[in-house]
């Protein structure tokens, strides 16, 4: 199903984790969330939409190598097609709603199924994906908002896309435009 963790990459998860359990940002992250759902819904053709979250929400909880954190709105049904980070390693938690996260590894897609049950195992809520790994997400018939976590800032965090006409070729963006 889906790649094991090490220790360390454990314990970031389990720290991201305890982060998104403090009662002070259920609050913040769903009122984020609802704004970003209204902003993808004012764009029917998007796939996506998202804002980021800002640091010091989450009061010093988050390990020192998070540099920034964002809530994505995954439209109902949506494929989003692969896109990776060059210059950050992601880490992403199912906040409300479910869908397959799929991660290029050893030449195919692998499935990661996840859940926003609070109660369910981490492999169930949470994947990380390393720099420069192929992701998308496949979102089922209900819209997906999910809580992502950058180690680089916001302003930096480089998303890459291939090219549809030319496979040998990619296009980059910034996620936060300046």
Same mark, same amino acid.
């Not at 590894?105 to 192929?134: G, T």
């Given at each position: 199903?889906?790649?094991?963790?090490?220790p360390?990459?454990?314990e970031?998860?389990?720290?991201?984790?305890?982060a998104?359990?403090?009662? %002070?940002?259920?609050?913040?992250?769903? $009122?984020?969330?609802?704004?970003?759902?209204?902003?993808?819904? !004012? &764009?029917?053709?998007? @796939?996506?939409?998202?804002?980021?979250?800002?640091?010091?929400? +989450?009061?010093?909880? @988050?390990?020192?190598?998070?540099l920034?954190?964002?809530?994505?709105?995954?439209?109902?049904?949506?494929?989003?097609?692969?896109?990776r980070?060059?210059?950050?390693?992601?880490?992403?938690?199912?906040?409300?709603?479910?869908?397959?996260?799929?991660?290029? +590894?050893?030449?195919?897609? !692998?499935?990661?199924? @996840?859940? $926003?049950?609070?109660?369910a195992?981490?492999? !169930?809520?949470?994947?990380?994906?390393?720099?420069n790994?192929?992701?998308?997400?496949?979102?089922? %018939? $209900?819209?997906?908002v999910v809580?992502s976590?950058?180690?680089?800032?916001a302003?930096?965090?480089?998303?890459?896309?291939? &090219?549809? %006409?030319?496979?040998?070729?990619?296009?980059q !963006?910034l +996620?936060?435009?300046?």
């Amino acid at each position: 199903m889906g790649m094991s963790w090490n220790p360390e990459e454990r314990e970031i998860l389990e720290a991201l984790d305890t982060a998104l359990r403090d009662p %002070a940002i259920f609050p913040v992250l769903d $009122s984020i969330a609802s704004r970003v759902v209204q902003n993808l819904q !004012r &764009d029917p053709s998007a @796939l996506l939409a998202w804002d980021t979250v800002p640091r010091h929400l +989450y009061q010093g909880q @988050l390990p020192q190598m998070i540099l920034s954190s964002w809530v994505f709105v995954l439209r109902a049904g949506a494929i989003t097609g692969a896109e990776r980070h060059p210059n950050s390693h992601q880490r992403m938690m199912s906040w409300r709603g479910n869908g397959d996260f799929q991660v290029w +590894y050893q030449d195919k897609w !692998r499935s990661h199924c @996840l859940l $926003s049950d609070p109660d369910a195992a981490l492999e !169930r809520r949470w994947v990380s994906i390393p720099v420069n790994v192929w992701h998308q997400a496949v979102v089922p %018939a $209900s819209d997906w908002v999910v809580v992502s976590f950058h180690t680089v800032p916001a302003e930096e965090l480089i998303e890459e896309r291939p &090219d549809p %006409a030319d496979e040998g070729k990619t296009h980059q !963006r910034l +996620y936060v435009f300046m």
